[in-house]
C-alpha cells in the first residue's frame, strides 16, 4: 500500500491559551482522577496525551471515573464497570439500571432557557427547564394512554425543533424506544426506516422551512400513517402553522397540544443500562437502511465525557449546531441537555439565499459558547464573502466541524474571519457509534487540515493491510477496545450477522470503520476519507478529499466529484465532475487551471482523465458525496442494485450518472 508522505512535525496552527485550558473541565477531571483514581503517568492536567494514555489502557477505571465524576445517578449500582471485553458483545456496567431522560433534565436550570429554538427567519423562542420538564412529564403521560410501554417504539418525522426533543425525551422516560427523521425524506424513504420498528405512535408536524420557502407535509405525513399498520395513534404537530384536514387519515389522529398542555407529574422508569434508547438509521444507499440500536448507559456515557470533556460544556453555556434530525449530530445536540447547557434547535437553510449570515447572526445575539457545521458550510462562507465578524462573535470559544475532511485551507478562514482565539475543532465519528473517534479538547493544539488527537477512551489506530499497526503511514481506523456506545445490535439481526459482518469482518475482534487515516508521531489523526473511494492510479493512492479541496478553492466551481473506476480490459478511468458557479463555463482555460490545482495542490500523478461539468453532486440525506454509488453506476451496474433513490438528496441524478455509465460503456 503506497501511503502519503509522513507528516513531518510542524508548529501547530492553534495552541491553547495556558490559563484556559487548565481552568477547562478536562483539566479539572485530569486532577480529579490523579486524587480518586491510580491514574499514573498524568503529571500535568493539560497534558493530554498522558489522559488519553491512561483512559485507553486503564479502560474499566476511565469509564468508572467518567460515571462518578458526573455522578451518574443508577437506581441499582453496577457489579463491574466491564464484564468480557469481547468485539462485539462487550458487556458494560451489568447491573446498573437508569434513564437517559432522568439525566437530560436533572441539571437544567429552571428558569434559564433549556432550549432556544430558532429558525432562518431569525425568530425564536426559549423553553426554561422547568418548561421542558413540564412538557416531558406531558407528553409521555399522554404517549401512556396511547398504550406506549416500555420497549415499545415512538417515531417522529419531524424537522428540528422541540417538539422532537420532547417527544425524544417523552419516549425515553417511559422506556420505549425512539427513532426520527426528517421531513425532506419522502414517506416511502421514511416508510423504509420505521416500518421496520413496527412503531405504536407517529409524531409528525405540518411542514418545516427552508431557503425562504414553506413545506406543506401534511399530506406526506397521512402518506406515512397510512404505510405504517401498527400505529395506534399519530399525533400533529402545528408547527408552521398549516391546519390540518380534519378526517382524512386513518386510525386515531390527535392534536400535539393534546399531549403537551397537560397537568402532569413526570414518573421516569428505570431500565438495565443496555436497555435500547434510540435507533438510528444508515443512510441506506443500496437496500433498507440498517437500524442501529443503542442503550441508555452507554449513550449517557459517551455523551458526557463528548460534551462535558471534550466540548467544555456547562452550566451557561449555548450550542448552535446545524443539523438535521435525521443526522447523528441531532442526538449529540440534544444530548447538550446533560450538562445543564442550552442547546439551540434551527429550522431552515444553513445559509438562505435572503440572510446567507444568519446563523453567525443568531450565534451572536444568543451568545453562543460552540458553534457547529460541516466542512462544506465553511467552505461556502468563503466562497460567498460572507463575513461572520460583523457580528459580535465574542462568545464563541470553539467552531466544531465534522461530516467529513476538513481541508487546511478552512483553517485561516476561520481564524480571520470569526475569531484568532476560536478553536477549530474537526471531528470524525459515525452514526454507528453516534459519537466520535478522533477530535479536539479544551487542552489539545490544533494542526491545520488534522483532528488533534484520539478522543478519550477511543483506543483509536491505523493498520495496515495485515493487520498490523502504522504510525504516520496510510492505514485503516480501526479500534481496538470496546466503547461503551458501540452498536448494541441491527434491529432486525437475530443472529448478529450483519452487525459482524458490517465492523469485525476485517479484523477479528477489531472494529474497522472504513475510513483511511493516518495517525501522527506527534499525536494528530489525518482523516483520508472512506477506503473504499480512494483513488488508486498505477499503485499510487490519494483521497478523493485532496482534490476536492483543491478544485473547489476555485471561484468558477461550487462542487466536485472525482472517482476512480476500474475498467473490464484492466484500465483505470478517473473523471473530474463539477459543478459550475453562475456564469462560468468550462472552457479549455478553465479546464486547465483545474489540472493545474490538481497537480499544484493534491497530486501531479492524479490528474483526470475527463473533466465533465454536471447539474450537481449526488449526496446522502446527511450531506455526504455518493462517491462509490457514482462510481459503480460509471462502471456499468445497475441503479437498482446500487442507490435506493429515497437515500438520495437529489434522486434524478442517479439516471443522469447511470447514463453517462452506459454512454462509456458502450464505446468501442
Same mark, same amino acid.
Given at each position: 500500500? !503506497?501511503?502519503?508522505?509522513?507528516?513531518?512535525?510542524?508548529?501547530?496552527?492553534?495552541?491553547?491559551?495556558?490559563?484556559?485550558?487548565?481552568?477547562?473541565?478536562?483539566?479539572?477531571?485530569?486532577?480529579?482522577?490523579?486524587?480518586?483514581?491510580?491514574?499514573?503517568?498524568?503529571?500535568?492536567?493539560?497534558?493530554?496525551?498522558?489522559?488519553?494514555?491512561?483512559?485507553?489502557?486503564?479502560?474499566?477505571?476511565?469509564?468508572?471515573?467518567?460515571?462518578?465524576?458526573?455522578?451518574?445517578?443508577?437506581?441499582?449500582?453496577?457489579?463491574?464497570?466491564?464484564?468480557?471485553?469481547?468485539?462485539?458483545?462487550?458487556?458494560?456496567? /451489568?447491573?446498573?439500571?437508569?434513564?437517559?431522560?432522568?439525566?437530560?433534565?436533572? !441539571?437544567?436550570?429552571?428558569?434559564?432557557?433549556?432550549?432556544?429554538?430558532?429558525?432562518?427567519?431569525?425568530?425564536? +423562542?426559549?423553553?426554561?427547564?422547568?418548561?421542558?420538564?413540564?412538557?416531558?412529564?406531558?407528553?409521555?403521560?399522554?404517549?401512556?394512554?396511547?398504550?406506549?410501554?416500555?420497549?415499545?417504539?415512538?417515531?417522529?418525522? %419531524?424537522?428540528?425543533?422541540?417538539?422532537?426533543?420532547?417527544?425524544?425525551?417523552?419516549?425515553?422516560?417511559?422506556?420505549?424506544?425512539?427513532?426520527?427523521?426528517?421531513?425532506?425524506?419522502?414517506?416511502?424513504?421514511?416508510?423504509?426506516?420505521?416500518?421496520?420498528?413496527?412503531? *405504536?405512535?407517529?409524531?409528525?408536524?405540518?411542514? +418545516? =422551512?427552508?431557503?425562504?420557502?414553506?413545506?406543506? #407535509?401534511?399530506?406526506?405525513?397521512?402518506?406515512?400513517?397510512?404505510? =405504517?399498520? *401498527?400505529?395506534?395513534?399519530?399525533?400533529?404537530?402545528?408547527?408552521?402553522?398549516?391546519?390540518?384536514?380534519?378526517?382524512?387519515?386513518?386510525?386515531?389522529?390527535?392534536?400535539?397540544?393534546?399531549?403537551? *398542555? #397537560?397537568?402532569?407529574?413526570?414518573?421516569?422508569?428505570?431500565?438495565?443500562?443496555?436497555?435500547?434508547?434510540?435507533?438510528?438509521?444508515?443512510?441506506?444507499?443500496?437496500?433498507?437502511?440498517?437500524?442501529?440500536?443503542?442503550?441508555?448507559?452507554?449513550?449517557?456515557?459517551?455523551?458526557?465525557?463528548?460534551?462535558?470533556?471534550?466540548?467544555?460544556?456547562?452550566?451557561?453555556?449555548?450550542?448552535?449546531?446545524?443539523?438535521?434530525?435525521?443526522?447523528?449530530?441531532? !442526538?449529540?445536540?440534544?444530548?447538550?441537555? %446533560?450538562?445543564?447547557?442550552?442547546?439551540?434547535?434551527?429550522?431552515?437553510?444553513?445559509?438562505?439565499?435572503? #440572510?446567507?449570515?444568519?446563523?453567525?447572526? %443568531?450565534?451572536?445575539?444568543?451568545?453562543?459558547?460552540?458553534?457547529?457545521?460541516?466542512?462544506? +458550510?465553511?467552505?461556502?462562507?468563503?466562497?460567498?464573502?460572507?463575513?461572520?465578524?460583523?457580528?459580535? =462573535?465574542?462568545?464563541?470559544?470553539?467552531?466544531?466541524?465534522?461530516?467529513?475532511?476538513?481541508?487546511?485551507?478552512? +483553517?485561516?478562514?476561520?481564524?480571520?474571519?470569526?475569531?484568532?482565539?476560536?478553536?477549530?475543532?474537526?471531528?470524525?465519528?459515525?452514526?454507528?457509534?453516534?459519537?466520535?473517534?478522533?477530535?479536539?479538547?479544551?487542552?489539545?493544539?490544533?494542526?491545520?487540515?488534522?483532528?488533534?488527537?484520539?478522543?478519550?477512551?477511543?483506543?483509536?489506530?491505523?493498520?495496515?493491510?495485515?493487520?498490523?499497526?502504522?504510525?504516520?503511514?496510510?492505514?485503516?481506523?480501526?479500534?481496538?477496545?470496546?466503547?461503551?456506545?458501540?452498536?448494541?445490535?441491527?434491529? @432486525?439481526?437475530?443472529?448478529?450477522?450483519?452487525?459482524?459482518?458490517?465492523?469485525?469482518?476485517?479484523?477479528?475482534?477489531?472494529?474497522?470503520?472504513?475510513?483511511?487515516?493516518?495517525?501522527?508521531?506527534?499525536?494528530?489523526?489525518?482523516?483520508?476519507?472512506?477506503?473504499?473511494? *480512494?483513488? @488508486? #492510479? @498505477?499503485?499510487?493512492?490519494?483521497?478523493?478529499?485532496?482534490?476536492?479541496?483543491?478544485?473547489?478553492?476555485?471561484?468558477?466551481?461550487?462542487?466536485?466529484?472525482?472517482?476512480?473506476?476500474?475498467?473490464?480490459?484492466?484500465?483505470?478511468?478517473? /473523471?473530474?465532475?463539477? &459543478? %459550475?458557479?453562475?456564469?462560468?463555463?468550462?472552457?479549455?482555460?478553465?479546464?486547465?487551471?483545474?489540472?493545474?490545482?490538481?497537480?499544484?495542490?493534491?497530486?501531479?500523478?492524479? &490528474?483526470?482523465?475527463?473533466?465533465?461539468?454536471?447539474?450537481?453532486?449526488?449526496?446522502?440525506?446527511?450531506?455526504?458525496?455518493?462517491?462509490?454509488?457514482?462510481?459503480?453506476?460509471?462502471?456499468?451496474? /445497475?441503479?437498482?442494485?446500487?442507490? !435506493?433513490?429515497?437515500?438520495?438528496?437529489?434522486?434524478?441524478?442517479?439516471?443522469?450518472?447511470?447514463?453517462?455509465?452506459?454512454?462509456?460503456?458502450?464505446?468501442?
Amino acid at each position: 500500500m !503506497n501511503a502519503p508522505h509522513p507528516p513531518p512535525y510542524r508548529e501547530p496552527f492553534f495552541t491553547p491559551d495556558p490559563e484556559s485550558a487548565a481552568r477547562s473541565r478536562i483539566a479539572d477531571f485530569a486532577r480529579w482522577v490523579v486524587q480518586h483514581r491510580a491514574a499514573e503517568g498524568i503529571q500535568d492536567p493539560t497534558d493530554y496525551r498522558a489522559l488519553h494514555h491512561w483512559s485507553v489502557t486503564d479502560l474499566e477505571e476511565f469509564w468508572a471515573a467518567v460515571w462518578d465524576y458526573f455522578g451518574v445517578d443508577a437506581t441499582t449500582p453496577y457489579e463491574r464497570v466491564l464484564a468480557g471485553e469481547t468485539m462485539p458483545g462487550a458487556r458494560w456496567f /451489568p447491573g446498573a439500571t437508569l434513564n437517559y431522560a432522568h439525566h437530560a433534565l436533572r !441539571n437544567l436550570q429552571p428558569d434559564a432557557p433549556a432550549i432556544t429554538a430558532l429558525d432562518e427567519t431569525g425568530v425564536g +423562542y426559549e423553553i426554561t427547564g422547568r418548561e421542558l420538564r413540564a412538557r416531558v412529564a406531558s407528553v409521555a403521560a399522554g404517549l401512556r394512554d396511547l398504550g406506549v410501554g416500555q420497549g415499545d417504539r415512538v417515531v417522529g418525522y %419531524l424537522p428540528n425543533t422541540p417538539h422532537a426533543i420532547v417527544a425524544f425525551l417523552a419516549t425515553a422516560s417511559l422506556g420505549a424506544v425512539w427513532s426520527v427523521c426528517g421531513q425532506d425524506y419522502a414517506p416511502k424513504a421514511a416508510a423504509d426506516r420505521f416500518a421496520q420498528l413496527e412503531p *405504536t405512535v407517529l409524531i409528525t408536524a405540518d411542514g +418545516y =422551512l427552508f431557503n425562504g420557502t414553506t413545506h406543506d #407535509r401534511r399530506a406526506a405525513s397521512v402518506e406515512l400513517a397510512a404505510a =405504517l399498520p *401498527t400505529l395506534k395513534a399519530t399525533v400533529l404537530v402545528n408547527h408552521v402553522g398549516l391546519a390540518w384536514p380534519k378526517g382524512g387519515g386513518s386510525g386515531l389522529m390527535l392534536p400535539w397540544e393534546d399531549l403537551a *398542555t #397537560r397537568a402532569e407529574y413526570l414518573t421516569i422508569a428505570p431500565v438495565p443500562f443496555n436497555h435500547p434508547l434510540w435507533v438510528v438509521f444508515s443512510s441506506g444507499t443500496t437496500g433498507l437502511p440498517k437500524g442501529i440500536v443503542h442503550g441508555h448507559g452507554g449513550v449517557l456515557l459517551e455523551h458526557l465525557k463528548t460534551l462535558g470533556l471534550h466540548t467544555d460544556l456547562g452550566t451557561g453555556d449555548r450550542l448552535l449546531w446545524y443539523t438535521t434530525t435525521h443526522w447523528m449530530m441531532w !442526538n449529540l445536540v440534544v444530548s447538550t441537555l %446533560l450538562t445543564g447547557a442550552t442547546t439551540c434547535t434551527y429550522d431552515g437553510s444553513p445559509a438562505p439565499q435572503a #440572510r446567507p449570515d444568519v446563523l453567525w447572526e %443568531l450565534a451572536a445575539r444568543h451568545k453562543v459558547s460552540v458553534f457547529g457545521t460541516s466542512p462544506q +458550510y465553511l467552505l461556502t462562507m468563503a466562497k460567498m464573502g460572507v463575513e461572520p465578524s460583523v457580528h459580535d =462573535l465574542s462568545a464563541i470559544r470553539v467552531v466544531g466541524c465534522t461530516g467529513s475532511a476538513l481541508p487546511a485551507s478552512a +483553517y485561516p478562514w476561520v481564524r480571520d474571519h470569526v475569531g484568532a482565539d476560536v478553536q477549530l475543532a474537526s471531528t470524525s465519528g459515525g452514526t454507528d457509534v453516534v459519537s466520535g473517534f478522533a477530535g479536539s479538547a479544551s487542552t489539545t493544539a490544533v494542526w491545520a487540515g488534522e483532528l488533534s488527537a484520539p478522543c478519550l477512551g477511543v483506543a483509536l489506530a491505523a493498520y495496515d493491510t495485515t493487520g498490523a499497526p502504522v504510525l504516520d503511514q496510510l492505514g485503516e481506523l480501526v479500534v481496538t477496545r470496546p466503547m461503551p456506545s458501540m452498536p448494541l445490535y441491527f434491529w @432486525n439481526d437475530p443472529d448478529g450477522s450483519r452487525y459482524h459482518d458490517a465492523y469485525f469482518g476485517a479484523f477479528p475482534s477489531v472494529w474497522r470503520h472504513g475510513d483511511w487515516i493516518t495517525l501522527t508521531s506527534y499525536g494528530s489523526v489525518i482523516v483520508h476519507g472512506r477506503s473504499d473511494a *480512494t483513488l @488508486n #492510479r @498505477n499503485g499510487v493512492r490519494l483521497d478523493s478529499a485532496d482534490i476536492h479541496d483543491a478544485v473547489e478553492r476555485l471561484s468558477e466551481v461550487t462542487e466536485a466529484l472525482v472517482v476512480g473506476a476500474e475498467e473490464p480490459d484492466g484500465g483505470y478511468w478517473m /473523471p473530474l465532475f463539477v &459543478v %459550475l458557479a453562475a456564469g462560468a463555463h468550462l472552457d479549455d482555460s478553465l479546464r486547465e487551471r483545474i489540472r493545474e490545482a490538481i497537480r499544484a495542490d493534491a497530486s501531479p500523478r492524479h &490528474v483526470p482523465d475527463e473533466i465533465i461539468a454536471v447539474p450537481a453532486i449526488p449526496h446522502t440525506k446527511t450531506g455526504k458525496k455518493l462517491e462509490v454509488p457514482v462510481k459503480r453506476l460509471l462502471q456499468g451496474a /445497475p441503479a437498482d442494485q446500487v442507490l !435506493n433513490p429515497a437515500a438520495v438528496d437529489n434522486p434524478e441524478l442517479i439516471a443522469y450518472f447511470a447514463c453517462l455509465g452506459e454512454e462509456r460503456n458502450s464505446r468501442p
